[in-house]
């Protein structure tokens, strides 16, 4: 495994220069209280809650060696990070890699200097819903000189919090009797704050429960302001399901920052922030030091079927200029906006290329043939493979660039293609969608994908000079959008809703790059396929091992939508029921036309009658029917 990792830093670093490496022991965590409601159990690193924050800069090449210590398999995906040709390293537990087995270690190594890539990042686990229970902290990329000037930084981490643990959480979502699909909806908000890597403590004449002592939550934490000092705040959204709206009393921000991409300031009130997404802003401190102003994270409770009543959905931190003088907080605002992202100008001109190819994603949940609800693109929910993806790519030769070789859920895509990705949003609900190993451009929304009015569906500018790009993108119900990538990147990358609950049942896809030029490229480390034979996973061949690529037996597939209409049985069912209702009738005639009966024939109807009742009960699946002994 050491030398794996020596291998894949000489190729990413030939010079071993600035080489950062952490040590990551994923572990569980007794007790954590973050929210002061319940104590529960979280996935942590190190033994504490929350794992560290990361802060490197554009020279380094990250290597994380991340001991999975937990009972079930794990990962980390470095999320937005590109990999360039390096997808097995991305995380994403099912496409990249098989997971990493408990008692075992990955090396994941993150070329940072060779991506061009700097901001506002975060890291998480890929496997099993796990950052729901914990496994999540930030991560910040300095380049060499900022396109902006600020005197000081915070990073300001966002996140829904549960008191279950995802399993539980999960197999309640996931269940006949929810078969509306109503998501858990979250106990409580966090919000907490970072600085040069290390979390900001709790305000002083506090006492926040001894798990999470060291570190600031909600209302017991604050941001140290000086006057006259500009600030950048970076905002993260490490969120399973809830959207925020952010805000501070008393002070202007400007955004400079959206998932990593620098941009020309933009004047805003109000940030909001969906899950995985990242904004930076520049607020400038005050001259005045007699208040404390409030700064303001609510949930986005539009999202949630229910909002019980034990659950306040908006919390608050501070902002300090001196520790004695009286918190003002002008309390909730009169009306929530989205960020027009669409309006954000990227520093780093990149001008819009033509489209070659386009594929449309239609969101859709149903109520499936067992009764559980799911998510589905094009109708077709997805199913992790047997074999992980960038793995079916490595292996299956000129077969890789069979779509059908990954299962109905995946795009082969050739090398430098430009396509389109028309994101449709049929859902009542808002989505946040995230593409691993890119960054998009936004090159238009329709406000309603099926309406003919340009005013509501616009055509397309495709003379865009510089559109915005990044990588996690907000769609509302019924809005669509459409984002053009560069197929630049050889490997298998995860497109998908970035809710937790809604990856869970399917609302994803993959986006298989350049196969054979990726063979050409191959350098997946041995210890990835004795981690996947320890878990029993196969590792070569398609979606489900085999060295086809149309034989896809064995494959996990559905749950199917309900075939709802007339069919056979249906027919059947119906004509019983009118074929009992006439003999009805017409005995009930019989009797007022005098008619006699006998009590032998009176029995002998009346057990009729009680037989096409259970026939029409077994047809609408109300009563079984007998089994032989």
Not at 25 to 36: L, R, S
Not at 75 to 103: E, R
Not at 239 to 250: C, M, Q, R, V
Not at 508 to 522: G, H, K, N, S, Y
Request: glycine share 8%; net charge negative; aromatic share 10%.
């Amino acid at each position: 495994m050491k030398w794996s990792a020596l291998a894949l830093l000489s190729a990413a670093s030939p010079a071993l220069a600035a080489v950062r490496e952490i040590w990551w022991n994923i572990t569980y965590v007794q007790d954590a209280n973050p929210d002061g409601l319940q104590p529960r159990r979280v996935i942590g690193v190190n033994g504490t809650w929350p794992p560290p924050p990361i802060d490197v800069t554009t020279d380094d090449v990250l290597l994380v060696h991340a001991t999975n210590s937990i009972d079930q398999p794990s990962s980390l995906h470095h999320h937005g990070m590109f990999f360039n040709s390096t997808s097995w390293m991305d995380g994403a537990v099912g496409v990249s890699q098989c997971g990493i087995p408990p008692g075992q270690t990955f090396d994941y190594v993150v070329p940072i200097n060779s991506s061009g890539q700097w901001g506002t990042y975060w890291v998480h686990s890929h496997a099993g819903g796990q950052y729901v229970d914990g496994l999540r902290a930030p991560v910040v990329i300095h380049p060499p000189k900022e396109a902006h000037a600020y005197d000081e930084e915070y990073t300001i981490v966002l996140g829904d919090w549960y008191h279950d643990e995802h399993s539980v959480l999960l197999d309640q979502f996931v269940n006949i009797a929810n078969p509306g699909g109503a998501e858990p909806v979250p106990d409580s908000a966090l919000i907490y704050f970072a600085q040069n890597g290390t979390y900001l403590g709790p305000k002083s004449g506090t006492n926040p429960d001894p798990v999470t002592s060291a570190v600031g939550f909600n209302e017991n934490a604050t941001l140290p302001f000086q006057p006259g000092k500009t600030y950048r705040l970076r905002i993260v959204n490490t969120s399973a399901f809830a959207a925020f709206f952010f805000w501070i009393d008393g002070h202007d921000m400007r955004i400079i920052e959206a998932d990593g991409t620098d941009v020309e300031e933009s004047p805003i009130d109000l940030i909001s922030i969906t899950v995985a997404q990242r904004y930076s802003v520049l607020v400038t401190a005050r001259n005045d030091t007699s208040a404390n102003w409030a700064i303001h994270a609510n949930m986005d409770t539009d999202m949630f079927d229910t909002v019980p009543d034990t659950l306040n959905p908006n919390v608050t931190s501070s902002i300090t200029y001196d520790a004695s003088a009286p918190l003002t907080d002008l309390g909730t605002v009169d009306t929530y906006h989205d960020v027009d992202d669409l309006a954000l100008v990227p520093i780093d001109v990149e001008p819009l290329p033509a489209a070659q190819r386009t594929i449309e994603l239609e969101v859709s949940f149903d109520t499936m043939q067992d009764g559980t609800n799911h998510a589905m693109f094009n109708g077709i929910t997805y199913n992790s493979p047997l074999v992980p993806a960038i793995m079916s790519e490595m292996s299956l030769g000129e077969n890789a660039t069979v779509a059908s070789a990954y299962g109905p859920t995946s795009f082969v895509v050739d090398h430098l293609t430009v396509f389109d990705i028309v994101l449709k949003n049929g859902d009542a609900g808002k989505h946040p969608f995230h593409l691993h190993g890119h960054k998009m451009q936004l090159v238009g929304r329709a406000q309603d994908y099926t309406s003919d009015d340009p005013a509501l569906n616009p055509p397309l500018n495709n003379s865009q000079p510089n559109p915005m790009r990044r990588d996690t993108v907000q769609v509302p119900s019924m809005n669509s959008v459409t984002l053009r990538v560069i197929a630049d990147n050889p490997g298998v990358w995860f497109f998908h809703c970035h809710i937790e609950w809604h990856l869970e049942v399917g609302l994803a896809v993959t986006f298989v790059e350049a196969p054979l030029i990726a063979q050409q490229r191959d350098a997946i480390p041995p210890f990835m396929f004795d981690q996947c034979a320890a878990l029993g996973l196969p590792t070569a061949g398609n979606a489900a091992g085999h060295a086809s690529a149309t034989d896809l037996s064995g494959l996990p597939l559905g749950p199917f939508p309900q075939n709802n209409g007339w069919h056979a049985k249906g027919i059947g069912a119906m004509f019983g029921c009118v074929l009992t209702a006439t003999l009805g009738m017409a005995s009930v005639t019989w009797y007022a036309l005098g008619g006699h009966i006998s009590e032998e024939e009176m029995e002998h109807e009346a057990r009729e009658h009680q037989e096409a009742k259970e026939r029409r009960g077994r047809f609408f699946g109300l009563v079984g029917g007998k089994k032989s002994a």
